[in-house]
């Protein structure tokens, strides 16, 4: 008996990729920036009591007492950020909370809801509508305010707590 | 309307080309003036209004650079950038502010009696060594003080005030303790300020100009300016 002539074997379907499904994003407050990538971050669940030193742009957005300084980078304070610090920096963006001195050989720049209580020494000042500022402004010529980096005084009050902050220094220097 | 309360805008010649200065948000343009009355809405409201005072503040300390200017208005890019232009140190406190942050918990005024209050107030806001300073600009903070914290505080600000510098002051002229609008102090250029809508809130008491006289009676002299609006501006020699 004849056989049917078969059926052509189904050709399977070629696989497709299904993309994934987007992964839903956090709702981003508009004008809160976060860290940028590629740059030194410290989060906002971190606490430091001493030092830091950063050769690179940093986005700081922990509690911090202490000094930080960034002697030739931009030094972002993110809208979380708690600071009872000594400041020295190219360049200071202010977002959250500072109580201390801030010296930027450049410019700060004081955005909406940022707190800030110390003296300023800069080469230039923005102030948002919004943003709280207390103490005197000194505005110096570029290169006036360079000063060795053992000028910056640490700030003696102890304001902030929480529990086992890292004590000590802290360098984001690629050498170290 | 008053010819002192004119709106500013892009087509202003002596002005336009300056706002750029200020956010789209706030600039003068979009303000609608009537008077010192506030219409509302969110636009924020600015007005521009001539000062006799503030010239002659300025007049008088504009001739050495590296002076010390306490600006009670709070922190803002036109003043600080207008002052500092002058060569000047700016030290910026928003003593309205302080003052509902230290007595706005019940009766604000009831509150400005209470000495440890009025100690604690003055040591957080106005902190100063003596003769610190070669200028104030005070504003119209003082009419929100109550009797008791009101000596405290021109007493302090005489304290901290050199010998023969100024405070500059502003007093509204209602007869009446109606509430009054509160503005933040923006500073165009020598001559011209920018008020901007804060909130609006009752003066503590209403000041003629003997009551002004008697409230700086520490002071070598006391200057008044005419102004044909509600709001009168006083110069004070310390």
């Known amino acids: 008996m004849p056989r049917p002539p078969s059926a052509p074997a189904p ?11 987007p992964a839903p ?28 030193l950063s050769r690179e742009d940093l986005y700081l957005d922990g509690e911090m007492e202490g000094t930080v300084e960034v002697p030739d980078h931009r030094l972002t304070i993110g809208p979380h950020a708690k600071l009872v610090a000594s400041i020295r920096a190219r ?28 003296d300023i020494k800069t080469g230039g000042i923005i102030i948002e509508d919004g943003a709280y500022f207390k103490g005197s402004i000194d505005i110096v010529k570029v290169g006036e305010s360079a000063r060795p980096a053992a000028a910056v005084r640490p700030v003696q009050q102890s304001a ?9 220094t802290m360098s984001t220097d690629p050498k170290y | 309307m008053n010819d002192r309360w004119k709106p500013l805008t892009r087509a202003d010649p002596s002005g336009g080309s300056r706002l750029a200065q200020y956010p789209p948000s706030q600039r003068p343009a ?50 600080i950038a207008f002052i500092t232009s002058l060569g000047h140190k700016l030290y910026s406190e928003d003593l309205l502010q ?49 009797p008791a914290l009101l000596k405290a505080t021109v007493d302090r600000l005489s304290r901290i005030l050199k010998p023969r510098s100024y405070l500059l002051a502003m007093f509204h ?19 011209t300020l920018l008020l901007s809508f804060r909130q609006v809130r009752r003066p503590a008491q209403f000041f003629n100009n003997r009551a002004v006289e008697k409230l700086f009676q520490s002071f070598e002299s006391v200057k008044f300016f005419l102004t044909r609006d509600a709001l009168r501006e006083v110069i004070a020699k310390r």
Do not use: C, M
């Open chain 1, 11 to 21: 050709q399977a379907e070629p696989v497709r990729e299904v993309p994934p499904a």
């Open chain 2, 98 to 146: 302080s003052l509902d942050l230290a007595f706005g918990d019940g009766d604000f005024y009831a509150n400005q009696a209470a000495p440890a209050r009025i100690e604690a107030f003055l040591e957080q806001s106005l902190n100063f060594p003596e003769d610190h300073f070669d200028g104030v600009l005070a504003w119209d903070v003082i009419e929100y003080l109550a």
């Open chain 2, 30 to 79: 979009q303000a609608s003036v009537r008077g010192l009355e506030h219409k509302g809405g969110n636009d924020p409201t600015i007005y521009t209004r001539h000062s006799n005072g503030l010239e002659q503040f300025f007049g008088q300390i504009q001739t050495e650079p590296g002076l010390r200017i306490l600006d009670l208005s709070g922190a803002s890019q036109a003043n």
């Open chain 1, 25 to 52: 994003t956090p709702p981003v407050k508009p004008g809160v920036p976060e860290a940028p990538r590629g740059v030194a971050a410290i989060g906002k669940s971190v606490i430091i009591k001493g030092q830091i």
């Open chain 1, 91 to 118: 360049e200071v963006v202010v977002l959250g909370a500072v109580n201390g001195n801030v010296e930027a050989s450049e410019k700060i720049d004081l955005r909406k809801d940022a707190k800030l209580v110390g």
């Open chain 2, 173 to 191: 002229a209602e007869e009446r303790a109606d509430p009054v609008p509160e503005y933040y102090y923006r500073i165009f250029d020598s001559s």
């Open chain 1, 160 to 168: 902030l707590s929480g529990p086992s902050p890292l004590v000590g």
